[in-house]
């Protein structure tokens, strides 16, 4: 694969910042706002001036972006650029909206959202030749695993979703070890983040009884081992919420996880188990989870040929 033609060299590497975390919650607010506000103006005018307004979000937020990355400000630039890139999506969306595209079933297969996930990967890869931003990198992940899922809507059987949403993690997971060898970290952060959220979703959803749920124990602590075979801390804190989700089935009723994984209201429990009990099996749950972080040199000596993990790939990249 010729990664120097979809993922450009020197992509953007800044470490965690007071600054940076500002831009970042400043543009997820943004994001929100605006989306929100192009809802109320599409109940207001009407789905034809619904697409002019997102092109002018578009275009607003493209302009601001190539403005402040001409100041230098590349960090910020990378955050507008994602922004107008998901806003470019909800024009796309917009206009196939407006001329009836949108919800049109072939089969029962919908072939303008698959034209509005491409039109995602197509502009956030453009857009990455520009600004380097690995940022960039969230809307192509989750388009890719939105269009496999859509593409496999077509087969029979019943767990085709769940079953591709795995396929997807794996396909992902790889994705980043091969942009990780290459030297274009940063890139990888949210194919890594992505692939082990759509990897542990699929399994989530098609466990069932206590067997699959102590299946989902054991691939909690085989993302630890990734964690620190890969430094990828992401994979860690995924491989705390399947351990808490884990000790969340075998403490309560089967369905509860999918409430808060830290539940303060207990309420009923199964088989009898008091608040005290309950309130132990999570203290058991973080001993382990802090165990798995004070067994890092041990596990470490299985892999010297590993990069030093004080050097955490994921914090060049989580605010990139």
């Known amino acids: 694969m010729d990664l ?69 400000q590349r960090v910020a630039a990378g955050v507008l650029a994602t922004l107008a890139v998901v806003f470019f999506t909800l024009f796309v969306a917009f206009l196939e909206n407006l001329i009836g595209i949108l919800d049109a079933d072939i089969e029962d297969f919908q072939p303008g959202t698959l034209v509005l996930e491409a039109a995602t990967i197509a502009a956030a890869l453009a857009a990455l030749r520009r600004f380097r931003a690995p940022l960039l990198m969230l809307p192509i992940a989750i388009a890719f695993w939105i269009t496999v899922i859509d593409v496999g809507s077509v087969l029979s059987w019943g767990a085709s979703e769940e079953v591709l949403s ?113 309130a132990l099996c999570f203290v058991v749950a973080g001993l382990f989870i802090v165990l798995l972080g004070l067994l890092h040199d041990r596990l470490r000596a299985f892999w010297p040929d590993a990069d030093d993990p004080r050097r955490d790939r994921d914090e060049l990249a989580t605010d990139a």
């Not at 940063?186 to 759509?198: D, E, I, K, Q």
């Open 166 to 278: 795995v396929v997807v993690g794996i396909t992902l997971g790889l994705a980043g070890f091969t942009v990780d060898r290459d030297r274009r970290e940063p890139y990888g952060f949210w194919l890594h983040t992505v692939g082990g959220v759509a990897f542990g979703g699929g399994v989530l959803a098609l466990v069932k009884g206590d067997l699959g749920w102590a299946l989902v124990g054991l691939i909690s602590i085989g993302y630890v081992a990734l964690a620190y075979r890969l430094a990828r801390s992401s994979y860690a804190v995924l491989a705390t919420i399947g351990i808490l989700a884990t000790t969340t089935y075998f403490t309560f009723d089967a369905v509860s996880f999918l409430g808060p994984f830290l539940p303060f209201d207990t309420g009923e429990t199964e088989d009898g188990l008091d608040p005290w009990q309950v």
């Open 4 to 72: 120097e033609r979809l993922l450009p060299a020197d992509p953007v590497r800044p470490h965690w910042s007071s600054q940076n975390a500002l831009l970042y919650i400043g543009g997820l607010v943004v994001l929100v706002a605006i989306s929100t506000l192009l809802g109320i103006l599409g109940d207001l005018h009407g789905d034809g001036a619904l697409v002019g307004y997102g092109a002018v979000a578009c275009v607003a937020s493209l302009g601001l972006a190539l403005g402040l990355h001409e100041q230098g």
